[in-house]
């Protein structure tokens, strides 16, 4: 079965700073994706960044970007110059890549981050 | 495009109760989803729907939750005789798919159950 781990209750940075959240997960697949989503209080979940197994470069949107660790099952994410809006909750999730698989997220227990000004 | 909607926002049930929740997806998608979010947790899976076919239901499923997508549509999470374990978010999601794609999934904002 797959799971995803995120070993890291809350992490706070200074505001303009740099934060590093974890995510390891397990998997026997070899052809998946991991995401990102960001969950503000009592606002909807959102696509933060994602990640195809097979693609070995890291991806980045803006400040986000991911270290991507095929062999170790690792997927951290990097926030640079962070900003008070970063605010959240925030999940790694997986999902299985292929055609007769239902496409479901399997979620990580998730990071809170706090920004600090 | 409106995005994932859910009603209602919030439920405060007796135990024992049925409860109801609806969800619209994005128009088009084809593919629903339900998760089940308690405070501080990450979101667990519980069913999937393509369509209107319901193709997984996770053990989560117990036998007083029913699921349904009538239409390939919107889809309904009914939840018969109420338990207090039961309150959580329940939260929807969409997306559009055919094959292995691997398009994004748009969640709505939760339907909070308090059983009491």
């Known amino acids: 079965a797959q799971t995803v781990t995120q070993s890291q209750p809350e992490m706070s940075v200074q505001e303009a700073e740099t934060v590093t959240l974890s995510c390891t997960y397990d998997?026997?697949?070899?052809?998946?994706?991991l995401f990102w989503y960001k969950q503000p209080p009592s606002r909807q979940m959102i696509l933060v960044i994602r990640?195809?197994?097979?693609?070995?470069q890291n991806a980045t949107e803006n400040r986000f970007s991911v270290n991507f660790q095929k062999a170790a099952k690792s997927f951290s994410l990097k926030i640079s110059d962070s900003q008070l809006g970063d605010a959240a909750m925030y999940f790694c999730?997986?999902?299985?890549?292929?055609?007769?698989?239902?496409?479901?997220?399997?979620f990580g227990q998730g990071t809170t981050l706090q920004v600090k000004p | 495009d409106t995005g994932v909607s859910q009603d209602p926002r919030h439920k405060i049930t007796k135990r024992g109760q049925n409860v109801t929740f609806r969800c619209d997806p994005i128009?088009?998608?084809?593919?629903l989803y339900w998760y089940r979010q308690t405070l501080g947790q990450g979101p667990e899976f519980l069913t999937y729907f393509q369509n209107e076919a319901q193709l997984e239901k996770s053990r989560l499923l117990s036998d007083r939750f029913s699921a349904e997508r009538p239409k390939g549509s919107f889809s309904t999470l009914e939840i018969q005789r109420t338990e207090q374990g039961d309150s959580a978010m329940y939260l929807c999601?969409?997306?559009w798919g055919r094959g292995n794609s691997g398009n994004t999934i748009y969640f709505g904002e939760g339907s909070w159950l308090t059983v009491v």
């Open positions: 999601a969409s997306s």
């Open positions: 990640q195809e197994a097979y693609k070995q």
């Open positions: 128009s088009e998608h084809n593919r």
């Open positions: 998997t026997s697949e070899s052809d998946y994706y």
């Open positions: 999730a997986y999902r299985i890549r292929g055609s007769s698989n239902t496409g479901k997220l399997i």
